[in-house]
Nanobody, 128 residues
Framework: EVQLQASGGGLVQAGGSLRLSCEAS????????IAWFRQAPGKEREGVTCISSRDGKTYAEDSAKGRFTISSDHRKNTFYLQMNNLKPGDTAVYSC?????????????????????WGQGTLVTVSS
């Protein structure tokens, strides 16, 4: 059973940085995509960025481009979201998710229904 656990959230001032981690386990397949989604208070969940297991190719939504970077450490089965120059509008619960099939990363805007496996989210609060 695939399990994902996100961590690293917290309170940070605007302009600051945070690095979120997503520990993954239980994969019985080696072709998958890992994505970060976020849900701000009172808003729908939205995609942030993703990475392909096949070639490390990444995709980022406009809100993440230039500020957020997704990466992976396969030895630790851990995926990271480095967030720089954070803004109050980035305040949200951030969750990592996995899709069976690396092609789901890079086809275009992230859509949550393509990701079958979800971890518990971690709260990021950015103060002004």
């Amino acid at each position: 059973e695939v399990q994902l656990q996100a961590s690293g959230g917290g309170l940070v001032q605007a302009g600051g940085s945070l690095r979120l981690s997503c520990e993954a386990s239980g994969f019985t397949f080696d072709d998958y995509a890992i994505a970060w989604f976020r849900q701000a208070p009172g808003k729908e969940r939205e995609g942030v960025t993703c990475i392909s297991s096949r070639d490390g190719k990444t995709y980022a939504e406009d809100s993440a481009k230039g500020r957020f970077t997704i990466s992976s450490d396969h030895r630790k089965n851990t995926f990271y979201l480095q967030m720089n120059n954070l803004k109050p509008g980035d305040t949200a619960v951030y969750s990592c998710a996995a899709a069976r099939g690396s092609a789901w990363c890079g086809l275009g805007p992230l859509t949550e229904h393509e990701y079958s496996y979800w971890g518990q989210g971690t709260l990021v609060t950015v103060s002004s």
